[in-house]
């Protein structure tokens, strides 16, 4: 059984009368192996808040972090690998967070670099390809 939550389904979508949800807005992402894109996720500390269909290969997942909310959902489209898709995620430590994911197999896109405004910045590939900018404070 899923769990149901206003990032995964739509207003209305559980057909009874449920309280309102907040407005707000999350990045969906489109991807040609949802299942390994949401594990992907996981790896960067984000936590599966639901999954359709809840068995099997999923066509959308639904997770979060803190605050941050991001759906993965089936794409419907081709598109080139390292499409104009890019996604930012805080980490702890970048070095230690990049070590994890080359070690899993991840590819690497760009090596760790302190950029001028105070953040450390690597550049990693999701598994459809989706280029992936992980951060965390510069020397912390």
Same mark, same amino acid.
């Given at each position: 059984?899923?769990?149901?939550?206003?990032?995964?389904? $739509?207003? &209305?979508?559980?057909?009874?009368?449920?309280?309102?949800? $907040?407005?707000?807005?999350?990045?969906?992402?489109?991807?040609?192996?949802?299942?390994?894109?949401? *594990?992907? @996720?996981?790896?960067? &500390?984000?936590?599966?808040?639901?999954?359709? $269909? !809840?068995?099997?290969?999923?066509?959308?997942?639904?997770?979060?972090?803190?605050?941050?909310?991001?759906?993965?959902? *089936? *794409?419907?489209? !081709?598109?080139? !690998? &390292?499409?104009? @898709?890019?996604?930012?995620?805080?980490?702890?430590?970048?070095?230690?967070?990049l070590?994890?994911?080359?070690?899993?197999?991840?590819?690497v896109? &760009?090596? $760790?670099?302190?950029?001028?405004?105070?953040?450390?910045?690597?550049r990693?590939?999701?598994?459809?390809?989706?280029?992936?900018?992980?951060?965390?404070?510069?020397?912390?």
């Amino acid at each position: 059984m899923s769990t149901r939550t206003a990032a995964a389904e $739509p207003e &209305g979508a559980s057909g009874g009368t449920a309280a309102p949800r $907040p407005l707000r807005a999350f990045p969906l992402l489109s991807a040609h192996h949802v299942a390994r894109t949401a *594990a992907f @996720y996981e790896r960067l &500390g984000f936590t599966r808040l639901v999954q359709h $269909p !809840p068995t099997g290969e999923p066509a959308f997942v639904g997770l979060h972090r803190d605050g941050a909310e991001l759906a993965v959902s *089936a *794409a419907t489209e !081709p598109r080139e !690998p &390292g499409g104009p @898709y890019e996604m930012f995620v805080f980490v702890e430590d970048v070095d230690q967070a990049l070590e994890r994911l080359r070690n899993a197999g991840v590819p690497v896109l &760009g090596e $760790p670099v302190d950029m001028p405004w105070g953040e450390r910045v690597a550049r990693v590939a999701d598994p459809d390809g989706n280029s992936v900018a992980l951060a965390s404070p510069a020397g912390g």
